[in-house]
């Protein structure tokens, strides 16, 4: 299956659920290698959050508030740590895929 197949309307927000597990696998990471709760915890409640919004897309492509809500606060806080620390893993490589996940937003929104 093409890219394109992948992100036409017609199927299921593959982007949206790759992102949310992406979120929540970096939350268990920062457990696992700092024993970081609140990474954990934030990680699981916002890939959660995102899992939900890409379902939500799946079943109406035009329903993508709450998905654009969750990626832009996760984007605010990830941005900020990355402006900080300067180091792209994880918080500039989340602020990335949000920037991804923006314009596949406003594509299915204008759609």
Known sequence: MSLRNLLHPSQPDY??????????AGGV???AKAG????????LLFGGVLGL?????SQDRGN?????IASGVLTGVMGSRFLKTGAFMPAGMVASLRCV????NDELYRD
């Not at 970081?36 to 990680?43: F, K, N, R, T």
């Open 15 to 24: 982007l949206g659920y790759v992102y949310a597990a992406v979120v929540a």
């Open 29 to 31: 990471t920062g457990y």
């Open 36 to 43: 970081s709760v609140p990474s954990l915890a934030m990680g």
């Open 53 to 57: 919004g890409a379902y939500m897309v």
């Open 64 to 68: 993508v508030l709450l998905s654009t």
């Open 101 to 104: 996940r923006l314009v596949r």
